[in-house]
């Protein structure tokens, strides 16, 4: 009995979480600061993490954990969970032959039962619709509907995610939406821009665009499921018509991500903050990549960078209530990467605010888009997608036993808050 308590107050985490202030506590009470990092694959076509088909499972698992990480924030799609697929053997019969004839979501219960051993935590991250990779206008995943996925629909399969882990209190929470943004529908099956089909997300203005009442909806749809799950509602872009007209006319280019920050300013949360219908589930939730800034960050002083940052998310980040969730950035694994005034100054604001993160991402490889693959194509239309491109940003080298840069992983470290 008192090998039991001793044991239990010294033993560390214990799921699921709820929210506390700007802070999350374990059902002991316990506050946990969250440092995570995406490891993708699932999302995309071939519907499968990345690294399966360089490592066994345990060694992606094992190597997740030694880095340091406490959390996953893991991405899917609705398509993987509509027609959850059978894998394709030829990505893992070299390394991970017990997947040969599972269905992707078998696979991510292994993945999941991997992580959880370790005492990881899993963050569904509903990243797109369609099968494939994020996040350009034309990609038409930028809402939560289009021609081919209805709102129930996209809710259905979220909801079934959800149901399928409920089990397993390691999955704590979900993202209930990826950076929504401005998009464009196609005339069905073809290459057209439907003209009437112009979505620009707003927050808390009405219409049917209105991303606050969406994500209030799709979190409570969630609650409804598993009340023990966390709700990370992220920002939004707020696309110029100008940049669409970039898109529509360079189509050519248009895998290219918007060149605006994602924003969730503390105006928009006082005129219409998240209702959810159960206490202490709430997340906010931004992105930043240097890319996003249509300015010279690198010329720019902290103070200027973070008074501009400060309204973009900063704000809403300092809330006392509500925690807030970095919940994507990235640099590249060099010493030029780790040497940016973006990536210094975001290193310094995350420092002083002990800001709960997720990098993008863990591995060492990625599916480049073609670029002649970019014309007006629905993801679900690309096949036979190359998984082999090295990933500038991975943590991972490109043979996923080892890390690409060790120092970059030493600042990461450096934001694993223990002392909060
Ligand atoms: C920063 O400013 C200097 C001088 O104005 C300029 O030469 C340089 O190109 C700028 N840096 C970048 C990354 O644009
Ligand atoms: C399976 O993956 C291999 C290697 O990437 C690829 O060449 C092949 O086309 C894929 N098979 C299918 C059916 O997509
Ligand atoms: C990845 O790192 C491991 C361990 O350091 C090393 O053995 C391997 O050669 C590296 N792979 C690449 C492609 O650099």
Request: glycine share 6%; net charge negative; proline share 5%.
């Amino acid at each position: 009995m008192i090998l039991t308590l001793l044991l239990s107050a010294v033993s560390c985490l214990q799921p699921p979480l709820a929210t506390q202030g700007k802070f999350f506590v374990d059902v002991n009470g316990e506050k946990i600061h969250l440092h995570c990092s995406a490891w993708s694959g699932v999302h995309q076509k071939e519907f499968l993490n990345y690294g399966m088909e360089n490592q066994p499972l345990s060694v992606l698992a094992d190597n997740f954990k030694s880095a340091g990480f406490n959390c996953v924030r893991y991405q899917f799609s609705a398509q993987v969970v509509k027609t959850n697929p059978v894998v394709n053997t030829t990505l893992v019969e070299k390394y991970n032959p017990q997947f040969i004839g599972k269905t992707a979501l078998e696979v991510v219960d292994s993945v999941f039962a991997e992580l959880s051993k370790r005492e990881i935590m899993i963050i569904l991250d509903y990243h797109m619709l369609d099968a494939g990779g994020c996040c350009s206008p034309l990609d038409q995943n930028g809402g939560w509907y289009n021609s081919r996925w209805s709102k129930e629909d996209v809710q259905a399969q979220l909801v079934t995610m959800v149901n399928r882990y409920k089990s397993n209190p390691w999955v704590i929470g979900v993202d209930v939406r990826n950076e929504v943004r401005s998009m464009y529908d196609l005339i069905g099956n073809t290459q057209i821009p439907n003209p009437f089909s112009l979505f620009m997300p707003n927050w808390g203005q009405g219409g049917s665009w209105d991303w606050a009442v969406e994500a209030e909806r799709l979190g409570n749809a969630v609650l409804a499921a598993n009340p023990n799950m966390l709700i990370m509602i992220q920002g939004f872009y707020q696309i110029q018509l100008s940049e669409l007209w970039f898109w529509l006319t360079h189509s050519k280019n248009n895998c290219r991500r918007p060149r605006i920050p994602q924003v969730l300013t503390l105006d928009q949360i006082k005129r219409r903050p998240i209702n959810l219908n159960v206490p202490q589930r709430l997340v906010y939730s931004c992105h930043t990549y240097d890319f996003f800034y249509d300015f010279d960050v690198y010329n720019m002083t902290y103070t200027e960078w973070k008074s501009q940052t400060q309204y973009y998310w900063g704000d809403v980040a300092d809330l006392p209530d509500v925690p807030f969730f970095l919940g994507e950035f990235g640099t590249n694994h060099n010493a030029d990467g780790l040497n940016t005034n973006f990536f210094k100054y975001l290193m310094q604001y995350i420092k002083e605010k002990k800001m709960h993160w997720a990098y993008w991402a863990y591995e060492g490889t990625y599916a480049n888009p073609n670029p002649s693959q970019c014309a007006l194509a629905p993801p679900s239309f690309l096949i036979n997608e190359d998984r082999t491109m090295m990933n500038s940003y991975g943590l991972l080298n490109t043979t996923y036993n080892g890390f690409a840069y060790p120092p970059q992983l030493a600042e990461l470290q450096s934001i694993m808050f223990k002392d909060i």
